[in-house]
């Protein structure tokens, strides 16, 4: 589990200069597959996209994410690994709700 952040010694502890690792964070707490089921529901969504268009809707997602997980570590200063799992599924959540409202458009894509 220390590969979860780079550059900290204590891998349960975010502090304000530590770039993510996305991936490992999702592994990590345990919402990896949430996350991908998440992608997939959205691709369903979208319908047919060519390769690199579905590759872009993923990243935008991981992006939207990331940033997310370090507003929210910003504002509380630190972040533990519980706390990285709680923000990661509230955000999933929100996504996963606003496709169910609006699946054809995709959810909420700001």
């Known amino acids: 589990?220390?590969?979860?952040?780079?550059?900290?010694?204590?891998?349960?502890?975010?502090?304000p200069t530590v770039k993510l690792d996305l991936?490992?964070?999702l592994q990590a707490t345990g919402e990896l597959q949430h996350f991908l089921d998440l992608g997939a529901a959205r691709l369903r969504a979208e319908g047919t996209l060519p390769e690199e268009a579905s590759e872009e809707l993923i990243f935008s997602m991981a992006d939207e994410l990331e940033e997310h997980l370090q507003t929210m570590r910003d504002r509380q200063g630190s972040a533990s690994i519980g706390d990285l799992r709680v923000w990661?599924?509230?955000?999933?959540?929100?996504r996963q709700e606003s496709l169910a409202r609006?699946?054809?458009?995709?959810g909420d894509r700001g």
């Open 102 to 106: 609006n699946p054809s458009r995709g």
């Open 23 to 25: 991936t490992t964070i």
């Open 1 to 15: 589990m220390d590969e979860v952040i780079t550059g900290c010694d204590n891998p349960l502890f975010m502090g």
């Open 88 to 94: 990661t599924r509230a955000w999933i959540d929100d």
